[in-house]
C-alpha cells in the first residue's frame, strides 16, 4: 500500500508503478535524505510539534536505516516509488507511529528539492578538487616547459611561435574559470528549501532558520513556491559542466594530434593508451578520445533538463523527476574524465625536440620580420607586403627566412641589414613577445604564479 493511498480505491497498475518510481536512481541520495529528515525531526522537536520522544525514536531510527544501507545489510525495495518513500516507510516498520510523524509540516517535493540540493552540494565539492588537481598539473608541466618552443596555430596551420608552457597555461586558465563557475553555482545552491512543504508552506510553526543552520545552508530559500519548482541550480551546474567538458574535449583533440606521427609533440604513457587488434604498430590515445567523446553526454543533459523545464507551470510538476538521472549521468562523467585526463598529463613525456623542430617550419616569424621593418619605420602594411614576398620567394627556392641570402633580403628593402637574422631567430622572436599574458618565459612563469595564488586561495 503507498504512503498516499488514502485518495485511491484500488492499487496502481504494476506497469504504471514501474514508470513512475524512481528509486532505481535517486536511490544514490539516501544519505543526504536521511541527513535531511533528522534534521526535520529535531526541528519538529524544537518547535513542540511533535514530543522528544518521538523524535528520539525517529533519529535513532533513521541512524540504524542509514548504517543498514551502508553496510548492505538493508536491501532497497525495487518496487518502492523513490528513495524518500522508501526510507520513510522502513522508518515506521521499525519505530511505529513515531515514524509517521516524520512528514509533518513537510512534502516530498520540499524533501525531494532538498535532498537534491545536498547530494549536488557534496558532488561539486569533489569536482572541485578534482579540477584543482589538474590546474596544478598544468601549472606544473607549463613551468617545466616555460621555454620549449613550439608552432602556435590557427586554423590549424603554423602561425607564429609559443612555447608549450604558455599553450597549457592558455587551458589552465580555462579551467581556471570553469572551477570558478562550479563554485559560483554551489554559492547559489546553497539555499534552503525544506519548510516550503508542497508549494505553500505550513500552517504549523516551524522554524527554517534552526534547518538552514543545522544542514549548513546559507540561508533559506525565500518563497515557497520557487523552493519546489526550482531548478535552476541543477541547469546552472549543468552548464558549468558543459563548458568545462568543452575545455576537456578541446584539450583531448591536441593530445591527439600532439602524439601522432604527423606530430609527435609528446608521447603518452602506456598505461594510457591502447593498441589495435590487428595492426602491432598503434598506441591509440583512446583516454582522450573518449573524453572527446562524453562530452557530448554532458551536453545532453543540459539540453534534456532545459527542455524539460521551459514549458512547466508553478509549482511542482512530475515532469521534474526528469532532473535527476541527467544531472546524476553529468556529475559521474565529469569526475570520470577529469580524474583520468589528470594523470594521463602527469604520465605523458614531452619532446621539445620535435615542437622546436616544427617551429622552425612554416614562417611563423613571418610577422617578426615585418615588425623589423616597421621598427625601422616602414609602414606596416608595406612591411607585410615584402614579407609576403620574401614567403613566397622561400618557397620557390625551397628555404627558410632564415636562410635566405642578405642580398635577397636587400632586393627588397634596403632597411634590412645584417641584425634581421637575429631579429627572426624564434629564440629572439619569443623573448621580444614580452606584452602581457604573451608567450616569453618570464610571462608563462608569471601567469603559473598567479594561478597557483589562485588556487591557494
Not at 51 to 80: F, V
Request: net charge negative.
Amino acid at each position: 500500500m503507498k504512503m498516499w493511498a488514502g485518495r485511491f480505491s484500488k492499487d496502481v497498475n504494476q506497469a504504471v508503478n514501474d514508470f513512475n518510481s524512481s528509486i532505481k536512481f535517486d536511490c544514490r541520495m539516501f544519505r543526504q535524505d536521511i541527513a535531511g529528515s533528522l534534521a526535520h525531526a529535531e526541528m519538529l522537536v524544537s518547535t513542540g510539534i511533535i514530543t522528544r520522544e518521538d523524535g528520539d525514536k525517529i533519529a535513532s531510527g533513521l541512524t540504524d536505516i542509514l548504517h543498514q544501507l551502508e553496510s548492505g545489510e538493508m536491501e532497497l525495495d525495487p518496487a518502492a516509488e523513490d528513495i524518500h518513500m522508501f526510507i520513510e516507510q522502513k522508518l515506521t516498520e521499525k519505530i511505529g507511529d513515531a515514524g509517521k510523524r516524520l512528514h509533518t509540516a513537510r512534502s516530498r517535493n520540499d524533501q525531494v528539492a532538498l535532498g537534491l540540493r545536498l547530494w549536488l552540494r557534496e558532488e561539486t565539492a569533489e569536482i572541485s578538487v578534482l579540477v584543482k588537481d589538474l590546474l596544478r598539473t598544468l601549472c606544473d608541466l607549463a613551468g617545466e616547459h616555460s621555454g620549449a618552443i613550439m608552432p602556435g596555430y590557427t586554423h590549424l596551420q603554423r602561425a607564429q611561435p609559443v612555447t608549450f608552457g604558455h599553450h597549457l597555461m592558455a587551458y589552465a586558465y580555462m579551467f581556471l574559470r570553469d572551477l570558478d563557475r562550479i563554485c559560483d553555482c554551489a554559492r547559489r545552491m546553497n539555499r534552503n528549501p525544506l519548510g516550503s512543504g508542497a508549494l505553500a508552506g505550513t500552517t504549523y510553526p516551524i522554524d527554517r532558520e534552526l534547518t538552514t543552520m543545522l544542514l549548513g545552508f546559507d540561508g533559506a530559500v525565500q518563497n515557497s513556491l520557487d523552493g519546489v519548482s526550482d531548478r535552476d541550480f541543477c541547469l546552472e551546474l549543468l552548464s558549468a559542466l558543459s563548458i568545462l567538458m568543452v575545455h576537456l574535449s578541446r584539450f583531448s583533440e591536441e593530445i591527439i594530434l600532439w602524439c601522432s606521427w604527423e606530430f609527435k609533440f609528446i608521447e603518452l604513457d602506456d598505461a594510457f593508451a591502447t593498441g589495435s587488434s590487428i595492426m602491432p604498430q598503434k598506441k591509440n590515445p583512446d583516454i582522450a578520445e573518449l573524453v572527446r567523446g562524453k562530452s557530448g553526454r554532458v551536453f545532453g543533459g543540459l539540453m534534456s533538463l532545459l527542455t524539460t523545464m521551459k514549458g512547466l507551470p508553478l509549482a511542482y510538476n512530475k515532469d521534474m523527476q526528469e532532473d535527476k538521472e541527467p544531472v546524476f549521468d553529468a556529475v559521474d562523467t565529469v569526475k570520470l574524465c577529469v580524474s583520468t585526463f589528470t594523470p594521463m598529463l602527469k604520465t605523458m613525456r614531452v619532446l621539445p625536440e620535435n615542437m622546436r623542430a616544427a617551429a622552425a617550419k612554416g614562417f611563423i616569424n613571418a610577422t617578426d620580420c615585418a615588425d623589423y621593418l616597421v621598427k625601422k619605420g616602414m609602414p606596416f602594411r608595406d612591411a607585410y607586403k615584402i614579407t609576403g614576398e620574401l614567403v613566397a620567394l622561400c618557397i620557390e627556392q625551397g628555404k627558410t627566412l632564415e636562410t635566405l641570402e642578405l642580398n635577397d633580403y636587400r632586393e627588397k628593402s634596403s632597411l634590412f641589414a645584417g641584425d634581421i637574422f637575429d631579429a627572426i631567430s624564434l629564440e629572439a622572436c619569443l623573448a621580444q613577445r614580452k606584452s602581457h599574458g604573451g608567450p616569453c618565459r618570464e610571462s608563462v612563469t608569471a601567469q603559473v604564479t598567479e594561478v597557483r595564488k589562485e588556487l591557494e586561495s
